[in-house]
């Protein structure tokens, strides 16, 4: 960074920058500055598979699996968008059952992160060419090169 300051005083100096293409300049690095530090603290390789999301014809039939399989209970159940959503795991969920369609298709899975910030995350991606997008879940959520869903949240 001390470099790119270093060149827009030379420029200013030697009359090729104006006084406000470098004030513009300036506070662009400073901008950029703050969300570097804020990325700083984004940590992909602490990162593990917070829960899988799946679509399912038939919630009770799902559910019931779910237990007898893995001995797993009902975290929590929600509607959300005129979906109903069924959260199975421990004590947090590992598992979120989706009543819809196609059955069998994964909805999306997310990727917990410590220190999770939406700020951060939405910097952090963006510089890395993704488009985060929010919908009516929690974190944010980007797509892989072949449309999945991937779900970025804080850690549990």
């Known amino acids: 960074m001390e470099s790119i300051?270093?060149?827009l005083v030379t420029r200013?100096?030697?009359?090729s920058l104006s006084r406000r293409e470098l004030v513009q300049g300036l506070a662009l690095l400073a901008a950029s500055g703050t969300a570097a530090t804020a990325q700083e603290n984004i940590d992909f390789k602490a990162a593990n598979i917070d829960h899988v999301s799946v679509q399912v014809a038939?919630?009770?039939r799902s559910i019931d699996f779910?237990?007898?399989m893995f001995d797993f209970t009902v975290v929590s159940q929600a509607e959300e968008g005129g979906v109903k959503i069924v959260r199975l795991?421990?004590?947090k969920t590992l598992v979120s059952l989706n009543h819809g369609g196609p059955p069998g298709t994964i909805d999306h899975y997310s990727i917990?992160?410590?220190r999770f910030s939406r700020e951060s995350i939405t910097s952090y991606l963006t510089q890395r060419g993704a488009d985060p997008l929010q919908g009516n879940f929690a974190g944010l959520h980007v797509k892989d090169p072949d449309g999945v869903?991937?779900?970025?949240?804080s850690q549990t």
């Not at 200013?12 to 009359?15: L, P, V």
């Not at 869903?149 to 949240?153: G, L, T, Y």
Request: charged residues 20%.
């Open 149 to 153: 869903n991937v779900q970025i949240s």
């Open 5 to 7: 300051i270093s060149n």
């Open 112 to 114: 917990g992160i410590p």
């Open 58 to 60: 038939d919630l009770q």
């Open 12 to 15: 200013f100096e030697k009359g």
């Open 89 to 91: 795991g421990n004590t």
């Open 66 to 68: 779910y237990r007898k």
